[in-house]
């Protein structure tokens, strides 16, 4: 895990260097990108599972939503950053951007009809500006220095939990095709197969909103400086649904918020397919950021946590499939996006998401068969847990009662009693 830390921290780090951004060195740079981030999320996937489990036994708790908590929180300063950097790029650009010249006949190749063959004349309208090397200069350097300062503070201040492993991962002699095959052999789960199709849909709702919702819509009727801002609702909503539904899991469990992350994907997608975009709707160029984030605060934090329940023995195996199944579905999603109209696109969206959300109720079905009251155990987690001990200590209560020895009063008996139950 540290390996696979440091790999990625190096990767973003020569990445945050390519200040001169041309054709000859984004493609290169997005290869690093790629490269650094597949093992430093597996390894923030894998640390968080273990911080949960170890807390949750030393302190006699749920593991799982010990760690839903836990990714609640992880994706909550994560997701906080759309706000922020969405923040500080728009306060610098605005200022030197033009106002985009948007007609009514422009308006009705907006939304659901967009089409890539109106890309062009729908350019001509839409804000092309060129902005002073010394505005990009001072944005790439900020977001080098946060990055930078990220670094630093990882290695200063975040705890080595397995030191032991460290130790002997340094006596031995492991290749990279060893991770690699470990990674294709976690498929003979059944379970991880049946997941990929949720998981492919999370990397197809995350590229949508980048990429389509921001030119279709908001860039297409509005104009490139409001999409900064409406990246800023996606963000916000974002980071503090993920804390929130990462607290509650412990109430619902997780089928419930699976469901609820569906239903609002599902709304969103059959508005957006009969929504005709007009500047004069601005709010509602807004809401949808804001329940996309919200849907998505579910998909990241439940699925990261459901892989790390699952599939606990090989974490990183798992985590590296969720990563490698999500990037699929950036890839997909941003392959078809030049030759596929928006009204495509959502159909697909919603035919990938029912399929991978019929998949799921399948895993939750072989997860329900094996434990017997799964299920139940899923959504009412604490009353389960209640029940084990409440019945534990009936067991308890009657041995201590057979074992009364001669001459002890029943108040001594209440005691040890107490005791047992303390």
């Not at 593991?63 to 994560?78: S, T």
């Not at 804000?127 to 944005?139: C, G, M, R």
């Not at 009204?343 to 094996?370: D, P, Q, R």
């Not at 009364?404 to 139950?421: L, N, P, Q």
């Amino acid at each position: 895990m540290p390996l696979l830390s440091a790999s990625g921290f190096y990767c973003y780090l020569l990445l945050m260097e390519d200040f001169k951004r041309s054709r000859y060195t984004l493609i290169p740079t997005a290869v690093i990108l790629g490269l650094g981030g597949a093992p430093l999320w597996s390894a923030k996937c894998a640390y968080l599972t273990i911080c949960g489990n170890r807390y949750a036994k030393k302190f006699n708790k749920l593991a799982e939503n010990v760690v839903n908590h836990y990714f609640g929180i992880f994706f909550l300063i994560f997701q906080s950053s759309a706000v922020w950097g969405n923040l500080m790029s728009s306060l610098i650009f605005q200022y030197t951007s033009s106002e985009a010249n948007i007609t009514e006949k422009h308006l009705s190749l907006c939304g659901a009809a967009n089409c890539p063959a109106y890309d062009s004349m729908l350019n001509a309208n839409v804000t092309q500006t060129s902005y002073p090397a010394s505005t990009i200069y001072l944005l790439s350097g900020v977001y080098t220095g946060v990055g930078l300062s990220g670094v630093i503070f990882i290695v200063i201040f975040l705890d080595q939990l397995d030191k032991q492993d460290v130790n002997e991962f340094k006596n031995q002699k492991i290749h990279v095709c060893t991770h690699l095959v470990a990674t294709f052999t976690h498929l003979k789960d059944k379970r991880q197969i049946l997941l990929i199709v949720l998981t492919i849909y999370s990397g197809f709702e995350q590229g949508f909103l980048a990429g389509d919702y921001t030119k279709a819509y908001i860039t297409c009727a509005l104009g490139i400086q409001y999409v900064g801002y409406c990246m800023i609702c996606f963000g916000a909503s974002n980071s503090v649904f993920s804390l929130t539904f990462g607290k509650i899991s412990k109430y619902t469990g997780r089928i419930p918020l699976f469901s609820y992350a569906t239903l609002i994907n599902l709304a969103s997608i059959i508005s957006l397919l009969l929504w005709k975009p007009h500047p004069n709707q601005l709010p509602v160029f807004f809401v949808f950021p804001i329940l996309w984030g919200m849907a998505d605060a579910i998909w990241q934090t439940q699925t990261n946590a459901l892989y790390g329940v699952l599939f606990l023995e090989h974490k990183e195996a798992a985590f590296s499939n969720y990563r490698l199944w999500e990037s699929v579905g950036f890839v997909i999603a941003f392959a078809y996006a030049n030759f596929l109209c928006i009204k495509a696109k959502l159909i697909i969206l919603l035919v990938v998401l029912l399929i991978g959300m019929t998949l799921y109720g399948v895993v939750e079905y072989i997860e329900y068969s094996k434990a017997g009251h799964g299920a139940a155990s899923q959504v009412f987690p604490q009353k389960i847990k209640i029940k084990k001990v409440l019945e534990l200590e009936s067991k308890e209560e009657s041995k201590i009662k057979n074992e009364k020895s001669v001459g002890e009063s029943d108040t001594e008996i209440h005691d040890r009693i107490f005791e047992a139950k303390l």
